[in-house]
């Protein structure tokens, strides 16, 4: 039984930091496709950051140079460390698995956008 578990989210003010982490369970290989999305209330969700099957690290351009996506196999535990938060960073943020996905080689901007299983989502609030 496959589950993704979302913890450490909370409210902050602008500028300040948060580190998500995301552990999973139940998957029959490590290379799985994965991904960080966010979600506003009455917004469509969005990719925030994603990690190919290869390992390969891509981000929205909304977060790029502020978060950092990382996964350790070895935990069962993904990441996202998120610095220089902005109020507009405000959503409900969920962890995602599944199927598998390789980024275009030199390509920032691929995302995967549909994910089979994913976790019950972590609140983050920003304060200006």
């Known amino acids: 039984q496959v589950q993704l578990v979302e913890s450490g989210g909370g409210s902050v003010q602008a500028g300040g930091s948060l580190n998500l982490t995301c552990r999973y369970s139940?998957?029959?290989?490590?290379?799985?496709?994965m991904g960080w999305f966010r979600q506003e209330p009455g917004k469509e969700r969005e990719p925030v950051a994603g990690?190919?099957?290869?390992?390969?690290?891509n981000y929205a351009d909304s977060v790029k140079g502020r978060f950092t996506a990382a996964k350790d196999n070895t935990k069962n535990t993904l990441y996202l460390q998120m610095n220089s938060l902005k109020p507009e960073d405000t959503a409900m943020y969920y962890c995602?698995?599944?199927?598998?996905?390789?980024?275009?080689?030199?390509?920032?901007?691929?995302?995967?956008?549909?994910?089979?299983?994913w976790g019950q989502g972590t609140q983050v609030t920003v304060s200006s």
């Open positions: 139940g998957f029959t290989d490590t290379n799985y496709c």
């Open positions: 995602a698995a599944g199927g598998y996905c390789y980024f275009r080689p030199g390509s920032d901007t691929d995302l995967p956008r549909t994910l089979g299983y």
């Open positions: 990690i190919d099957s290869d390992g390969r690290v």
